[in-house]
Nanobody, 128 residues
Framework: VQLQASGGGLVQAGGSLRISCAAS????????MGWFRQAPGKEREFVAA????????YYADSVKGRFTVSRENAKNTVYLQMNSLKPEDTAVYYC??????????????????????WGQGTQVTVSS
């Protein structure tokens, strides 16, 4: 499956942005999906995840209450709505797809090896 992240851009602190991840090649409906980000000079970190049914979501503590992950399987797309953005949210955001079983995924959604496919990333810059 090929993943294409889009929707990044420049936004002022306190603003909002929604980024998307569209899939081609295969349907996303059978994959759990995650969002990660990587800031300059830092390691890639987990941001949010959603199970293949959309019934369960997970968030990093740093974004909990501000970000919302969702999916529209009919559109083969996953979204990350980001509100109350902070300068420290500046990073390249990557979407990723996991074919792991639900039991494994529920304990390992936050680590990169749990994911089989990665998108190319979209830049989000938050100015102070």
């Amino acid at each position: 499956v090929q993943l294409q992240a889009s929707g990044g851009g420049l936004v002022q602190a306190g603003g909002s942005l929604r980024i998307s991840c569209a899939a081609s090649g295969r349907t996303l409906s059978s994959y759990h999906m995650g969002w990660f980000r990587q800031a300059p000079g830092k390691e890639r970190e987990f941001v949010a995840a959603i199970t293949w049914t959309g019934g369960t979501t997970y968030y990093a503590d740093s974004v909990k209450g501000r970000f919302t992950v969702s999916r529209e399987n009919a559109k083969n797309t996953v979204y990350l709505q980001m509100n109350s953005l902070k300068p420290e949210d500046t990073a390249v955001y990557y979407c990723a797809a996991s074919s792991r079983g639900l039991r494994y995924y529920s304990s390992n959604y936050g680590i990169s090896p749990s994911y089989d496919y990665w998108g190319q990333g979209t830049q989000v810059t938050v100015s102070s």
